[in-house]
């Protein structure tokens, strides 16, 4: 048990559909995250929140949107996938303001785009 | 910028061989160097850190020291076992980042598989 809990695991999406990746951490944490994870690839990071404020966003196509409603959770919405978009979606969490406080992460979801 | 490269993997061990994993940075000033590891199934986790040159960071049997004159941060371990199967992730934050945890630089990660 990490803490940090992410649904679903799995999802397979066609182009043209919406849905919403779920991810909630118990730990108290002030900080979320999403990274993108590709095979032979870097982990690359997407959001980050910082206590319900938006802090970063690496120039991620808008067909991908965040939403975190309290420090717990963190949403991401997704809509009008392309194939490329098929990876391993990983939500972390950590307590800013503590220098090199580890990162928390999920098992994550493994999406699919037909 | 800030970069790190890891040794290609896949790495393919028999249990108790000796493991290394080659893990080099680029940055400016004295960064804080990670490696995490990722279980199948699973996401990441905090494996073990050092914060200044010449550090040496330890747990469950892994090693890394902060070589700051070859810029690495190479992870050893003398004897592997099959539970260690997993991808490994080298990464740095740099410095002055003043707790701003987001700013982690990872590595491609190389998945070791350890046989009996």
């Known amino acids: 048990e990490t803490g940090v809990t992410q649904t679903p695991r799995h999802l397979v999406m066609g182009m043209t559909n919406k849905k919403s990746l779920k991810c909630e951490q118990h730990?108290?944490?002030?900080?979320m995250y999403w990274y993108k994870q590709s095979a032979k690839k870097p982990l690359e990071l997407m959001f980050v929140?910082?206590?319900?404020?938006?802090?970063e966003n690496n120039s991620v196509p808008s067909r991908f949107s965040p939403e975190c409603p309290n420090s717990s959770h963190l949403f991401l919405h997704l809509h009008t996938l392309q194939p490329e978009d098929s990876a391993l979606y990983l939500c972390?969490?950590?307590?800013?303001?503590?220098?090199?406080?580890?990162?928390?992460f999920g098992s994550g979801t493994q999406l699919s785009v037909l | 910028g800030n970069s790190v490269t890891q040794m290609e993997g896949p790495v393919t061990l028999s249990e108790e061989a000796f493991l290394t994993i080659n893990c080099t940075y680029t940055?400016?000033?004295?960064?804080?160097l990670f490696w995490y590891v990722q279980y199948p199934g699973e996401g990441l986790q905090l494996l073990l850190k050092?914060?200044?040159?010449?550090d040496k960071g330890s747990n469950k049997g892994f090693e890394a020291t902060y070589r700051k004159e070859t810029t690495s941060f190479h992870l050893e371990k003398g004897s592997v076992q099959v539970s260690d199967s997993a991808v490994y992730f080298c990464?740095?934050?740099?410095?002055?980042?003043?707790?701003?945890?987001?700013?982690?630089?990872f590595g491609k990660g190389t998945l070791l598989t350890v046989n009996p």
């Open positions: 940055a400016t000033g004295y960064p804080s």
């Open positions: 050092a914060t200044k040159a010449d």
């Open positions: 929140y910082s206590l319900e404020e938006r802090v």
């Open positions: 990464a740095l934050s740099p410095p002055n980042s003043g707790g701003s945890n987001y700013k982690l630089t």
């Open positions: 730990l108290g944490h002030n900080a």
């Open positions: 972390a969490s950590s307590q800013e303001g503590l220098i090199n406080e580890k990162l928390f």
